[in-house]
């Protein structure tokens, strides 16, 4: 009897125990936020960056919660981008909410450092090389014969783009087809105006060197023809460029800066929500901060389809 009083007064005690809940509040130690840094300069644009605060895991907010308008932007910051021996390029000034611009482009080959300062925010620095110049060797188009379509792609004609790639350098291409097309357009009763715009034509390629896998954009990576002529042949969509109308190919090279952020970004938006994935680390070069200082470079090759 004396055995069985013993367990029943373990078992109440160990009910009483499991009852009790203790709480303890924890003051979790945050560092400092940093500024993330958003630019990817080109030889034919402006000067132009985005400033952000980072967000940390436990604040209430997402950036994907609302528009760009309620994130925590850097809106006092100094911008300034010199080149390899110091001189100032550009003072780079906030002309909207965490966009800061300068007038003047960046020049092919050569390399550039940012500096970012802000109050209450580490300093965030970078390099970057806007890649030497590529362009269009010849560009032929044969639409006399329809290519038929494949499993994910349609009929169309084909059209083969050759580019000389410079030796020993890493260069990464993205080719894109634009129409130029007139646009008229009612402002009010009998008065129509006429505007002029660009419609990107979509091209496929099954060519090896062709990469659909990062985001779908077709990037070419110069590892297979280093220094070398490449031809690639390209489906251009039936019904895309009528007659007399202007067409644009447009070759932009991005230095392995860049490419390194597009493809982990790629990879990470395609990884998406699944919990069995594994966790994808998206690439920067800021020290100090986060984000991406890339550069690409931009040929423009026009022809009339007549």
């Not at 367990?7 to 499991?18: K, M, N």
């Not at 003051?27 to 952000?52: C, E, K, T």
């Not at 007038?103 to 550039?112: D, F, L, Q």
């Not at 499993?151 to 350098?169: A, E, M, Q, R």
């Amino acid at each position: 009897m004396k055995r069985y009083t013993i367990y029943i007064l373990i078992f109440i005690v160990a009910l009483i125990g499991a009852a009790c809940e203790l709480i303890v509040d924890v003051d979790v130690p945050l560092d400092d936020y940093r500024i993330v840094l958003n630019g990817v300069i080109r030889s034919d644009s402006a000067w132009r960056v985005d400033l952000f605060r980072e967000r940390h895991i436990l604040d209430r907010n997402s950036r994907q919660s609302g528009p760009p308008s309620q994130w925590t932007i850097v809106t006092t910051a100094d911008v300034v981008v010199t080149d390899e021996i110091g001189n100032i390029v550009a003072n780079l000034e906030q002309h909207q909410e965490g966009v800061y611009r300068a007038t003047g482009n960046p020049e092919p080959g050569k390399t550039y450092h940012i500096k970012v300062e802000a109050p209450g925010y580490p300093t965030a620095t970078a390099i970057t090389t806007v890649p030497a110049l590529v362009t269009i060797v010849r560009a032929l188009w044969d639409s006399t014969n329809m290519v038929p379509g494949g499993d994910f792609s349609p009929p169309g004609y084909s059209l083969d783009v050759t580019i000389k790639d410079p030796p020993g350098v890493k260069n990464y291409y993205r080719i894109q087809l634009f129409v130029q097309m007139e646009q008229t357009l009612q402002q009010g009763p009998g008065q129509p105006v006429t505007d002029t715009v660009y419609t990107e034509r979509y091209l496929t390629s099954n060519d090896p060197v062709y990469d659909l896998e990062n985001g779908g954009f077709g990037l070419i990576n110069d590892t297979f023809f280093d220094g070398q002529e490449r031809t690639i042949r390209y489906i251009v969509p039936d019904q895309c460029c009528g007659r007399n109308l202007k067409t644009f190919l447009v070759l932009s090279t991005f230095n392995e800066e860049y490419y390194k952020y597009y493809t982990s970004l790629s990879l990470q938006r395609q990884v998406g929500f699944d919990p069995f994935a594994q966790p994808v680390v998206v690439f920067g070069n800021i020290s100090g901060g986060l984000g991406i200082f890339g550069a690409a470079s931009t040929s423009v090759r026009e022809w009339s389809n007549q």
